[in-house]
């Protein structure tokens, strides 16, 4: 069974740093985009960072120019590196990708992650 693993919240400080990571473990041919997305209390769940399986990668506007989405195609696994933090960036951040499941078949089948909360404060 194919699963999405997080890690890597927890507890920071306004303007410090955290790295998330995301591994797709289980039976799988390969791994087209990966998503990181983040829901705070009240408040919808919204769309992070986009990597696609050739590295093209997209971010929310709140975002840009702090966070970087990266991914490591051996590993399985997409990261989420989060400088300059803020409070609003609180929230419980869900990994998400469209994975292939097999060879013969082309379909992609959509993954979330249990998701991992990120804490700003001071």
């Known amino acids: 069974q194919v699963q999405l693993v997080e890690s890597g919240g927890g507890l920071v400080q306004p303007g410090g740093s955290l790295r998330l990571s995301c591994a797709a473990s289980?039976?799988?041919?390969?791994?087209?985009?990966m998503r990181w997305y983040r829901q705070a209390p009240g408040k919808e769940r919204e769309l992070v960072a986009a990597?696609?399986?050739?590295?093209?990668?997209t971010y929310a506007d709140s975002v840009k120019g702090r966070f970087t989405i990266s991914r490591d195609n051996v590993k399985n696994t997409v990261y989420l590196q989060m400088n300059s933090l803020k409070p609003e960036d609180t929230a419980v951040y869900y990994c998400?990708?469209?994975?292939?499941?097999?060879?013969?078949?082309?379909?992609?089948?959509?993954?979330w992650g249990q998701g991992t909360q990120v804490t700003v404060s001071s």
């Open positions: 990597i696609t399986g050739g590295s093209t990668t």
């Open positions: 289980g039976s799988l041919f390969s791994i087209n985009t």
């Open positions: 998400n990708a469209d994975l292939r499941l097999s060879r013969s078949i082309e379909l992609l089948t959509n993954y």
